[in-house]
C-alpha cells in the first residue's frame, strides 16, 4: 500500500495530482465531486477473476479465466483487421503450450507490454484455426517486471506508463481477484475507474470515519469500504454491505426520528371544540361510516383536541372513503372557528371534491370555496377577492395555488393534503412551517409496505382505512389472452347496453410527440370502428392539463361511454358508473399501477371487470404480476408482493419518496433493521435531545440542515 495516507472522504477529486483532466471532467459530470462519492458509489456486481489453477494446455474453448502468463513473443499482426498479439506460456516453460492473446483497436497495449513480463489476464478463451486465443482480454503487468519495463518504455521514448496500469504490492486490481464492476460513466473507461477507486482505498487515512454516526464500531469502516469494493471472499462483501445498508438505515431513521420530535414539539391549535355540523353530515349521509372511517375520524379528533399541532398520514386504499373523513375532519375546525382547506394535486381533483363538498354540505351553513390557479372565468366556481386575508371559517378546497404564501388561508386550522405523494415532502412541511401551525392532515391512497410506511412517513403518526364500504359492488378480475377479444367485445357490448361506461388502457411507448399523437388517434380509431354508436373519448400523454380536464369531465358527465387512455387515467377520479377496465399488454405495468387503474372501477353499486390483456405465460414474471391482481384486491397486500417481485430499490423509484439517493435498498424491506435503528436513534435522542455531546457533533451536522431548510421553507 501507498505511504501517502492522506485523503479523506471530503478531500476534492479536483486534488489528486494524478488524476487526469480529461477523467476529472468525466467524473465531475456524474456527480462525482469528492472522495466520499468515489466511495460510497457500490460495485453494481462483482466478477470473479480469481487465478485459475488451470494450465493453458487443459483450456477448453469458451472457457472464461484468469490466468497468470508469461509473454514470449509480441507483434503487431496484419490479417482483416490490424491488432497486436501477445504469444503467452507458462512462466519457465518456453516449449510448453501457448495462447495468443489479440488487441484490436488497442495501440497503446502495444506500449504495455513486452517479452519477458508476466501478466495476468482474464477473458474468454476461444479456438480459432486451431489456436487457443483470447480477444482482448484484460490484463495487468505484474510488479517485479515493472521497473524494467518502465525504463525500457521511457528509453523507446513511448508514454511514461500511466501509474494506474500498473499492479502495485504485487496486488493486482483488474485480475486475478473478485473483480468490482461499477455502472458504467461516460468519458472514463471502467478500467480507469476501477483502478481510481483502487488509488483511493490505497491513500485513504485510516481514520476515515462515518458520516454521523459509527453503527458498528467493532468493524473499521477503511476495512468495510475495502471489503465492498475489492472484497477478498464474496462473504467480506456482503458482510460489508450490511453495515453499510445498517448505517444508511439509520441515518434515515434519525433524520426521521427528529423530524419527528421537532414536529411534534410544535405548539398547535385546540381546532375541535364543536361537533354540531360534523353530526349534521354523517345524520344526512345516505350510508353510515364504516368501523374504520370511525376509527380515523376518532384519532384525528383526539389530535385535533390536543394543544399541540397534528402531524397525521390517513392511509387508505383507493374507494376506501377517505375524503369522507377528512371532510368530518374539517367540519370540527369549521366548528370551532377555524378554516379548513384541502389540497389537491391536480385543478381536476379539486372540482371533484368540490363539487362533492356542495352536495354534501348542502343543509348546512358553512361556507365553501374553490382556490385554484386556472378557470378564474368560471363564474361558478370564480375566486374571491381578498380571500387570502378574509378569516370567515370556511372550507377552501384548492391546489397548489393554495401553498403560495400570498394565498395562504388566514384562520387556517386544519389543512388536509390529498394524494400526499404528488406534492413533495417541503410542500407537506410547509404547512408546519406556517405561522398559525395548523393542525396537518395527509393522505394517500398509495399503499406501500409497512417497512416503508416506517422510513417515509416515520415522523407522522398513522391511521389506516383498512376496510372498504359494504355497498361496494364485486370486482372481477380475470386475465385474458389477446385472442379472446370477440369474446370480450360482445361482453363489452352487453355493458354498454346496460348503460355502464368503460375504460380502455394501453400502455404506450411515447417515442416522440408525432408518433404518439399518431398511435392514440390509431387506438381511438380502432375502438370506433368496433363500437360505431358509442361516443368515444381519448386520453393521451400530449393533451394539455385542460384538455385532460374537458376530456375526464365528459366521461365523468356519461357524455362519452368509453374513454381509450394511453396515460395512466387520472389518480382519485371518480366515475361510479363505469364497470369495465379494460388494460392492454397488461404485463408491462407496474403491480401499484395496476392497482391503480383497477381502483377506477367497482367505485358504484354495480359488479365490475378488470380484463388483463397479456400474452404472458405461466412461469413468466409478468404472469407471476398479473396472477396477483387476479388473487386479491387488497392494495396493501400487492404493495407487498410488488416488493417482492420487484425489489425495493424499483418500488421506491416510482413511490417518489423525497428520501433522497439510496445506495443499498436492502434496508427498506428489512423490518428489523429499521427497528433496531428507530430504536438506536430514538436512545440517542432520549439520552441527547438537543444533541450537544461531542460525540454527537456529527450527527448535529447532519440534522442541522434539516432544521434550517424546515425554517426557510
Ligand atoms: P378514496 O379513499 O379513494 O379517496 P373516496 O373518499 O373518494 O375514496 O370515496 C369513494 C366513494 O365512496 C365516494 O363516492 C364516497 O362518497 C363513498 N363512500 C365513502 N364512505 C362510504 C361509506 N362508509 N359507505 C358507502 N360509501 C362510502
Ligand atoms: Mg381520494
Excluded at 469528492?34 to 453494481?44: A, E, G, N, S, Y
Excluded at 516453460?93 to 492473446?101: E, F, I, K
Excluded at 468490482?180 to 485510516?206: D, F, K, T
Amino acid at each position: 500500500m501507498c505511504p501517502m495516507d492522506s485523503l479523506y472522504p471530503e478531500t476534492p477529486l479536483a486534488e489528486l495530482a494524478w488524476l487526469n483532466p480529461r477523467e476529472l471532467k468525466a467524473l465531475q459530470a456524474a456527480e462525482l465531486n469528492c472522495v466520499r462519492d468515489v466511495l460510497l458509489r457500490i460495485p453494481r456486481r462483482y466478477e470473479d477473476r480469481r487465478r485459475s489453477g488451470a494450465d493453458i494446455a487443459s483450456l477448453a474453448s469458451g472457457e472464461t479465466v484468469c490466468l497468470r502468463v508469461h509473454v514470449y513473443a509480441a507483434a503487431w499482426r496484419f490479417s482483416y483487421k490490424r491488432y497486436f498479439e501477445v504469444s503467452a506460456g507458462a512462466e519457465g516453460d518456453p516449449h510448453g503450450a501457448r495462447l495468443s492473446l489479440r488487441w484490436f483497436n488497442m495501440p497503446y497495449v502495444a506500449k504495455l507490454l513486452a517479452v519477458g513480463m508476466n501478466l495476468y489476464i482474464y477473458g474468454k478463451v476461444r479456438e480459432f484455426a486451431g489456436k487457443l486465443t483470447m480477444t482482448n482480454p484484460d490484463f495487468e503487468v505484474m510488479e517485479d517486471e515493472d521497473a524494467g519495463h518502465r525504463l525500457m518504455v521511457a528509453a523507446m521514448g513511448g508514454p511514461r506508463m500511466p501509474a494506474a496500469e500498473l499492479s502495485s504490492g504485487g496486488e493486482t486490481v483488474h485480475t486475478g481477484r473478485i473483480v468490482p464492476v461499477y455502472r458504467n460513466i461516460s468519458g472514463m473507461a471502467a478500467r480507469s475507474y476501477r483502478s481510481l477507486v483502487w488509488r483511493i482505498l490505497e491513500q485513504l487515512s485510516p481514520e476515515v470515519r462515518p458520516a454521523g454516526y459509527d453503527v458498528a464500531p467493532t468493524y473499521p469502516y477503511r476495512q468495510a469500504l475495502l471489503d465492498v469494493h475489492f472484497p477478498a471472499e464474496d462473504e467480506l462483501q456482503r458482510k460489508a454491505r450490511l453495515r453499510f445498508a445498517l448505517e444508511e438505515c439509520f441515518l434515515c431513521q434519525f433524520r426521521v426520528a427528529w423530524r419527528r420530535k421537532r414536529s411534534q414539539g410544535h405548539p398547535g391549535q385546540v381546532t375541535a371544540t364543536c361537533d354540531a355540523y360534523m353530526h349534521e353530515l354523517l345524520e344526512h349521509l345516505p350510508f353510515r361510516l364504516t368501523e374504520a372511517q370511525l376509527r380515523c375520524v376518532q384519532e384525528i379528533r383526539a389530535d385535533m383536541e390536543a394543544p399541540r399541532q397534528m402531524n397525521r398520514l390517513l392511509q387508505g386504499d383507493v374507494g376506501s372513503g377517505k375524503t369522507l373523513v377528512a371532510l368530518c375532519a374539517m367540519l370540527l375546525a369549521v366548528g370551532s372557528g377555524k378554516t379548513a382547506a384541502l389540497l389537491a394535486p391536480t385543478q381536476i381533483l379539486a372540482e371533484q371534491h368540490y363539487r362533492n363538498f356542495c352536495r354534501l354540505l348542502e343543509h348546512t351553513d358553512v361556507s365553501l370555496s374553490l382556490r385554484t390557479s386556472g378557470r378564474a372565468d368560471d363564474s361558478d366556481l370564480s375566486l374571491e377577492a381578498g380571500f387570502a386575508a378574509d378569516s370567515t371559517p370556511r372550507i377552501i378546497v384548492g391546489t397548489h395555488a393554495l401553498l403560495y404564501p400570498g394565498n395562504r388561508p388566514s384562520n387556517l386550522g386544519l389543512a388536509v393534503v390529498d394524494e400526499q405523494h404528488k406534492f413533495g415532502v417541503e410542500q407537506r412541511e410547509s404547512f408546519y412551517a406556517a405561522g398559525e401551525n395548523p393542525d396537518v392532515l395527509v393522505m394517500t391512497a398509495t399503499p406501500i409496505p409497512r417497512t416503508l410506511t416506517l422510513t417515509l412517513y416515520g415522523d407522522l403518526d398513522v391511521s389506516v382505512i383498512d376496510e372498504l364500504p359494504a355497498d361496494r359492488g364485486e370486482i372481477i378480475t380475470a386475465m385474458r389472452r389477446p385472442g379472446n377479444m370477440k369474446k370480450i367485445i360482445s361482453f363489452m357490448r352487453e355493458q354498454l347496453a346496460e348503460g355502464r361506461q368503460i375504460y380502455i388502457v394501453s400502455p404506450l411507448v411515447e417515442e416522440s410527440e408525432k408518433s404518439s399523437r399518431a398511435s392514440a388517434v390509431s387506438e381511438l380509431s380502432r375502438w370506433q370502428e368496433i363500437f360505431p354508436q358509442e361516443n368515444i373519448g381519448l386520453l393521451h400523454g400530449r393533451l394539455s392539463p385542460e384538455e385532460k380536464d374537458a376530456v375526464m369531465s365528459a366521461f365523468h358527465a356519461n357524455e362519452t361511454h368509453i374513454l381509450v387512455a394511453t396515460t395512466v387515467v387520472e389518480v382519485g377520479v371518480d366515475v361510479p358508473n363505469a364497470t369495465i377496465m379494460l388494460i392492454n399488454n397488461a404485463d408491462s405495468f407496474g403491480l401499484s399501477q395496476l392497482h391503480q387503474l383497477r381502483g377506477r372501477i367497482g367505485r358504484g353499486r354495480h359488479k365490475s371487470y378488470c380484463i388483463l390483456l397479456s400474452e404472458a405465460k405461466p412461469g413468466e414474471p409478468g404472469h407471476d404480476k398479473l396472477m396477483v391482481m387476479c388473487r386479491t384486491l387488497n392494495g396493501f397486500e400487492i404493495a407487498e408482493e410488488d416488493f417482492r417481485l420487484r425489489g425495493p430499490g424499483d418500488v421506491l423509484g416510482t413511490a417518489q419518496s423525497g428520501l433522497g439517493a439510496v445506495r443499498f435498498p436492502e434496508w427498506l424491506a428489512d423490518m428489523r433493521l429499521i427497528h433496531r435503528a428507530t430504536r438506536d436513534a430514538a436512545a440517542i435522542l432520549e439520552r441527547d435531545p438537543e444533541l450537544c455531546l461531542p460525540q454527537h457533533a456529527p450527527l448535529r451536522d447532519l440534522v442541522r440542515f434539516e432544521a434550517e431548510s424546515r425554517v426557510t421553507s
